[in-house]
């Protein structure tokens, strides 16, 4: 534990932002991966917590370079293309249930469960909810209504959007409620997976414009480097994830990462209340 708090900020920069690239598209959430890493590196103040949310706009420019092709189509096709406008449309409205929830109740949530034990406790929960519901699709003789992002209507987006609002929970993973969400409510997994990835980008967009400008007082020109690292090495690392993933999804189930959650979960948990590890808030 001393050597870890003891590496330079710049080392817990590119590890932080390492972190952030790998978990922002999977379901085991990358804010309760950020919050137990910074506990493990000793860095873990407000400025700290400021990096771990403007980071994520790297993991967030992955996506807009990756869909880079789909996207132009879709900001072109906005005057006349009533296929670009629904898409736009359903991410607007995917958008703003947990925009507004996050402005209404982010500061609680932030002072009550922003710590490894809260978080510990929702990667096990999500865990057991994620294999139920493939448990459910598995079993269930309903058929997929949405096999193509295109094809959703703008309730399928509402929901999704309510979905993701259990996001604001860390731990609970922004990625695998969107899915897990849009699993639940007819969309194929491949679906349900890329919506995801679009409506990251208002959504880490926002988050990082807000918390940045909130706390701006504790920022300097000296952190600028911390942020540039961060940043880059969260973009290229996200990159390599979604390329996985988006191939991933097409033949394989989330169990494997509910069985991660709650494996990693328990052992936070028990590590804790031993002692082993101290697990600083």
């Not at 002072?111 to 809260?118: D, G, K, N, Q």
């Not at 209504?145 to 959703?152: A, G, L, N, T």
């Not at 990251?200 to 690292?229: C, E, H, M, N, Q």
């Amino acid at each position: 534990m001393e050597l870890l708090h003891g590496l330079p900020l710049i080392i817990k920069a590119a590890i932080l932002g390492i972190v952030e690239g790998v978990t922002e598209f999977l379901p085991i959430s990358s804010t309760g991966h950020l919050i137990l890493a910074s506990s493990l590196l000793g860095w873990h103040d407000d400025k700290a917590h400021v990096f771990n949310i403007a980071i994520q706009t790297g993991a967030m420019c992955s996506v807009i370079w990756y869909y880079r092709v789909k996207i132009a189509g879709v900001v072109t096709g906005l005057l006349d293309d009533p296929v670009a406008q629904r898409f736009a449309m359903n991410v607007a409205i995917a958008f703003l249930p947990a925009a507004a929830l996050g402005v209404l109740l982010g500061g609680a949530i932030k002072r009550a469960l922003f710590s490894p034990v809260p978080v510990a406790i929702a990667l096990v929960v999500g865990g057991v909810v994620i294999m139920l519901v493939e448990r459910w699709r598995r079993t269930s003789a309903m058929p997929v209504r949405i096999e193509s992002i295109d094809q959703m209507r703008a309730l399928d987006a509402l929901k999704v959007g309510f979905a993701q609002s259990f996001a604001l929970i860390p731990g609970t993973s922004r990625s695998g409620a969107t899915i897990i969400g849009g699993m639940l409510f007819g969309m194929s997994r491949k679906a349900a997976t890329e919506f995801s990835f679009f409506l990251a980008i208002p959504t880490l967009i926002g988050a990082g414009v807000y918390d940045t400008w909130k706390y701006r007082a504790l920022l300097s020109a000296s952190d600028l480097p911390l942020f540039a690292v961060g940043l880059v090495v969260s973009f290229f690392a996200a990159l390599a994830c979604v390329h996985w993933l988006i191939r991933y999804v097409a033949t394989h189930t989330f169990v494997p990462f509910a069985w991660y959650r709650i494996a990693f979960g328990l052992l936070v948990l028990l590590t804790a209340w031993a002692g082993i590890v101290h697990w600083a808030a």
